[in-house]
């Protein structure tokens, strides 16, 4: 199991420096969108850090199904993986690997947003408004981070089940989009049914009630189908599939 082979054979591919250069610029665009337009647009003029970061959440919820699925099903898909296990014997070390350096990037994404938000909050709320306000930070500690680990643990479930970096992608990011109209159209039509239904297979609804202290055992079942069981079945899949 070698995480920090994964994470240099990722970080020294041009595509990857390209990736990653997109990402930062879009965080701190969305960063200087969320926290210097605020004092323009709250009552109070003030600029709040949880509302910078769910800002910054939006091309979040594309970054990283994106690099965790090129990450851990890529070699799959441009027919590497083959090199790779006759290198490194032992395909659930190899799967273990990659799934850690994954980890590690999100990690160094989930630093950087909070730190631009921060950062954004602080300059719009005292340079531009009327106050930062960092009593919510709290909240994105713990509900917004929690968020964007379900994110994470989905987008990794669907590449270890489908390795295939179009198919893992096209379904890690159209998966929760689905999920979430489906369960804004339940309430308009008041379908208390199929809002179980949909409360039954929403991760990040489920991941912020986790966050913020308020979930039930219900809350567990979309962690079971959406993550558990797809990861179950992506093992003995990588396990067995026959490379070439």
Known sequence: MRPMIDLRSFLDTRGAAILLTLSALAIAGFAALGGLIQPAVMPGGTSDVEFTFIVIALPLSLIIPVITVMMVAGEWSDKSIQNTLLQRPGRLAVLTSKVLAAAVVFLALMVLSIGFAAAATWVGGELLGDGAVFSSF?????????????TLLFSAAMAILLQ?????????????????????????????????IIRAVDLQTAAGLFGGGEATAFELLPLLLLVVVPTVFG???????EVG
């Open 164 to 196: 295939s970096t179009v198919i893992g992608l096209v379904t890690a990011i159209g998966v929760p989009v689905v999920i979430s109209t489906a369960g804004a159209l339940a309430m308009v039509f008041g379908s208390e049914v199929i809002s179980d």
């Open 138 to 150: 709290e909240g994105v500690l713990t509900t917004q981070l929690a968020i964007m680990v379900a």
């Open 235 to 241: 093992i003995r899949r990588w396990n067995r599939r």
